[in-house]
């Protein structure tokens, strides 16, 4: 059963620089995105998000907006169309009046078998989950110059470090994903744009409910340092920091949340 979020709670951290920040959570509407946007929403930030699931982003949204300070506001973008992301990246700096924080958290866990991997099917896994990191830092980046500064996470994966099964494109992107942070990380670090890796262990969202039966999840379990299961919230709490001027001086890094599962 998923545990409730704690995004809002008298226990989290509370970071006065995330107040009134802008920022931009790609594949916000459900699963670990989801508590992303509502953790910057607590924080008193602006937050945009996209997605592909119109529903459950606009169910987001209502969701959160009666107790915001800023009320989030979604815009339906595939990501894998660069054009699209380009023209909606463009609308969401205007409605939030300038980026602050990027976070790059969209991506997609299909498996596949290596004899089943066709050259349309590469291109798919590496669209989805590694090219629109790259374009959606390019779209930011000149409003982060503008302001001073600015914070971009992207999403890896502890998958690729243990090498697990039936994942090879997918595994393929998230170590490229660690590459692509350190390469953005230095060639924008004089302009103040910090650039940092999370890499989440096994997270309970919804999604990986389905990939994962009670002695599958136990399994997992077994395999980290500590008991219990790694919530969309535990995520968000390392965000949070990296995103904030309390983390003013990490840059070009990999911060995992896995709950030491090895
Ligand atoms: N959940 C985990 O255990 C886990 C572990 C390691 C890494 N991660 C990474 O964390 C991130 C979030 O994972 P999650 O578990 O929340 O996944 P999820 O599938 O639950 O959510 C991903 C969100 O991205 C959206 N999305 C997918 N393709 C899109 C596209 N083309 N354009 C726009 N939006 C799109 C989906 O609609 C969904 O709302 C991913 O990058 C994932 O690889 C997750």
New binding site residues.
């Given amino acids: 059963m998923l545990q409730k979020t704690s995004a809002a709670t008298d226990t989290v951290a509370r970071y006065p620089s995330l107040i009134d920040k802008r920022v931009i959570v790609?594949?916000?509407?459900?699963?670990?995105?989801?508590g992303l946007v509502e953790a910057f929403v607590a924080q008193g930030a602006r937050v945009a998000f996209?997605?592909?699931?119109e529903e459950?982003?606009q169910a987001l949204v209502d969701r959160l907006t009666p107790d915001a300070r800023h009320a989030p506001i979604q815009r339906h973008?595939?990501?894998?169309n660069l054009d699209s992301l380009k023209a909606i990246f463009a609308d969401l700096e205007a409605a939030l009046g300038g980026v602050d924080i990027l976070v790059n958290?969209?991506?997609?866990?299909d498996r596949h078998s290596i004899a089943e991997v066709t050259p349309a099917y590469w291109d798919e896994r590496l669209n989805?989950?590694l090219r629109?990191q790259f374009f959606a830092a390019q779209a930011v980046i000149p409003a982060m110059k503008r302001a001073g500064g600015g914070a971009i996470l992207n999403?890896?994966?502890?998958?690729w470090h243990l090498g697990l099964n039936d994942l090879v494109l997918?595994q393929t992107c998230?170590a490229a994903i660690e590459g692509l942070t350190r390469s953005l990380a230095r060639d924008l670090g004089r302009e103040n744009i910090r650039v940092n890796t999370?890499?989440?262990?096994?997270?309970?969202?919804?999604?990986?409910e389905k990939w994962y039966t009670p002695e599958g999840e136990a399994e997992i379990v077994a395999a980290q340092c500590l008991d219990g299961r790694?919530q969309?919230s535990d995520?968000a709490a390392l965000v949070l920091f990296l995103a904030s001027d309390d983390a003013k001086m990490c840059t070009g890094h990999d911060y995992f949340i896995d709950a030491g599962w090895r």
């Fill in positions: 790609t594949g916000g509407g459900s699963g670990i995105g989801e996209v997605d592909i699931a459950a982003a973008c595939d990501l894998t958290n969209a991506g997609n866990d989805v989950n629109h999403f890896g994966s502890i998958s997918y998230k999370i890499v989440p262990g096994n997270v309970q969202t919804p999604r990986q790694i969309p995520v």
